[in-house]
């Protein structure tokens, strides 16, 4: 999607016009909804599972793993500030692979943290090189709990530096954890993320697990509104994502809705309140090669 650079949003008309300058992506699965949908492997033959653990590796190390790159926009200025980015599996004989037929796999058998490793080379290269061109674009990644240990926010830092990255051009997307709210240990970790100056992202709030407790008590700098709660028409979950906003406003952090699948989400994420927003109603996330246009809005 291709927003005009600067124009301010007032009311819903200017989104309503671009919408129609490039009409939304339809029938493909959002990821947060692949994230939900389990352990499936169909589109990898009948292959056991320490077959397919091998051929993940070998994915992994053949760079067959490679990350698209869903826009996210400001909702009051219209510009793309950020890219989220997405594993997906190029497969030799099965084509592009979403998250859902390998990421479970991946925890199951220790490589959720080499996939994470490989999202930040990539994904980190392409911001860097984007930067020196002069867009001043954020980047995304999702982090997986078992990823966190006492070592991973240095870890972390040190590679952005030397990717040519500042910290706060990224930000660390995490779901909450059971040890979050049992241990400080993992809350102390992410802290050390945003001493260092990268932001983290409480993900898929509303999601089921998350509660209004757990933003009082883990650090963040952002909360991303879960594509089930635009789902759910119900006035509980406007006064929830109400509470939640009060919340990270009070503590200087942002507020993303994702899952925008239409103009009625839309609508909804502005009465909400949100600062920034991704879905499918403005762009499905698209490989670096087709990034021209979206870079173009970043850039203004």
Known sequence: MHRRRDAPLTGR????M???????????PSDSAVREAGPVHEGLGDMRED?????????????????YFQPQYDLKTGRVVALEALCRWNDPDEGLLMPDRFIHLAEQHHLIADIGRVMLEESGRRAADWHRRGVSVGLSLNV???????????????????LGLAPGDVTLEITESPAMRETD?????????????AGVSIDDFGAGHTSLDILRHVPFTELKIDRSLLADPSEGVDALVASAREIAHARGARIVAEGIEDEKDLARVLAWGCDRGQGYHFSPPLPAEQLGPVLESAAG
Do not use: C, M, N, Y
């Not at 008309?13 to 309503?16: D, H, I, L, P, T």
């Open 13 to 16: 008309v200017e989104w309503g």
């Open 18 to 28: 671009l919408a129609r300058e490039r009409p939304p992506v339809t029938g493909l």
């Open 51 to 67: 077959e397919l653990a091998g051929r993940l590796r070998h994915a992994l190390e053949t760079g067959q793993l490679v990350a």
């Open 144 to 162: 997986s709990p078992s990823e966190l240990d006492a070592g991973f926010a240095g870890r972390v830092l040190r590679r952005i530096h030397e």
């Open 185 to 197: 240990e993992e809350v102390g970790w992410l802290q050390e993320l945003i001493d260092g100056g």
